[in-house]
Nanobody, 123 residues
Framework: VQLQASGGGLVQAGDSLRLSCAAS????????TGWFRQAPGKGREFVAR????????TYADSVKGRFTISRDNAKNMVYLQMNNLKPEDTAVYYC?????????????????WGQGTLVTVSS
């Protein structure tokens, strides 16, 4: 199983970015997919996740109302639309797929991880 995260970049505060997570070797709609981020000097932080099948979503309070996670089953991809970006959103963003059909916010619930894509938001 391989996950490939992409779409990061350098933007200004208030801008938008869409991150993509492409999977091979696993059907994303059969499992939960999560986005996490890690800022310099900090631990890995939950951002959002979409569960299998109908795709119930959960967001961290810090991104609720600004970020949207979605999935394209035909393309076997998961996206993270990030609007109204803030400097504190600066981090490496990782996508991950879970051990089982349902997963929450803990990194240990996820078994396969992408390589990360850097998002830098300038003020």
């Amino acid at each position: 199983v391989q996950l490939q995260a992409s779409g990061g970049g350098l933007v200004q505060a208030g801008d938008s970015l869409r991150l993509s997570c492409a999977a091979s070797g696993r059907t994303l709609s059969d499992y939960a997919t999560g986005w996490f981020r890690q800022a310099p000097g900090k631990g890995r932080e939950f951002v959002a996740r979409i569960n299998w099948s109908a795709g119930a979503t959960t967001y961290a309070d810090s991104v609720k109302g600004r970020f949207t996670i979605s999935r394209d089953n035909a393309k076997n991809m998961v996206y993270l639309q990030m609007n109204n970006l803030k400097p504190e959103d600066t981090a490496v963003y990782y996508c991950a797929t879970s051990r089982s059909r349902l997963a929450g916010q803990r990194p240990l619930e996820y078994v396969y991880w992408g390589q990360g894509t850097l998002v830098t938001v300038s003020s």
